[in-house]
């Protein structure tokens, strides 16, 4: 054996080396443990926790009852309040999320190109995101106020009816939802414009000689390379959708979702049950029924943003420009 692989095997090695050795080895998992320390106590103990809690009558100031399994799953399954719920979530989630992702793609396209002042620009996009959710909830329940409001004055000089923005059902999920679109649609705006700008620009100028003109070049170039973004912010835009609460909440502080539940979402849900009703167990159970959800519904536009960036990688590879030989994404 020689000595170099008496080395390898820690033969003949002094204690200084052996200490360099396990130093090298062993120090970086030790500046990442801080991370995960903590993450363990502040993030997986309560989520494994709140499964314990979930299989119990558990009340708020009781504590901890007997022993009940599933049932808390089931007794919340069978609510016609939680399917409420879950229609309200899916209904405010739809009405933000699609429209937001759409302007957010828009705005960033724009920010994109050679502007004046675009530092200011994409900076103002932020602010809204800057601001407080309590401060933005104030500013739009007075928007959407129907006894006063600027909507209201408006619909008012047409000869229109007042829309019962707090009451009914539909203007409630566009008045929560324009308030989802206005915080967020600059924060993905600036993710989406990040990728962007890490497009070599020869290959705009590449398509542009070969004759593609802005359109083309945005739905053949633009939104091919920043899929893996895309469905980011597709993916964290449902996470967020899914478990929507400040905007509701702050919507009409006085009740869980308006006075009808008109507006309720699945995490108000949880609210009123763990809080107001004091039923833990149930509240736990709701929690691991929309992680559930959250789950299924992000595999699945993970799996249909897969599939058509697999659909378009085909299709581009054999597309010709302008009547040229060339094609977007491929070879001559």
Known sequence: MSTLQAQRRGAGLTFRQKLSNFD?????????????????????????????VSLYNWDLLKGQGDFIGLQNYATTLSDP???????????IFLLSAVPQLVMATIIAAVLDQAIRASTFWR??????????????????????????GPITGLLHVFGLEPIKWGYDVFPSHIAIATMVNWRWTGYNALILLAAMQAIPRDVYESAALDGAGRIRRFW?????????????????????????????KLFDGQSNGGSNRQFQTIVLYLYEMAFPRRDFGRAAATAWILFLIIILIGLINYGISRTIASQDIKKNVRVPV???????????
């Open 24 to 52: 090298y080895k062993f120090s970086p998992y030790l500046y990442i443990s801080p991370f995960f320390i903590l993450f363990a106590l502040l993030g997986l103990f309560p989520i494994i926790y709140t499964v314990n």
């Open 81 to 91: 309040m939680f399917w409420n719920a879950f229609g309200n979530t899916f209904s």
């Open 123 to 148: 900076m103002s996009v932020l602010l809204p995101y800057i601001a407080a959710p309590v401060a933005v909830a104030v500013i739009f329940t007075q928007i959407f106020n129907q006894f006063g």
């Open 220 to 248: 053949s170039i633009t939104i091919p390379m920043i899929r893996p973004t895309m469905i980011f912010v597709i993916i964290t835009a449902t996470i967020g959708g899914l478990q929507i609460f400040t905007e509701p």
């Open 322 to 332: 302008a009547g040229t030989r060339r094609t977007i994404g491929g070879r001559k």
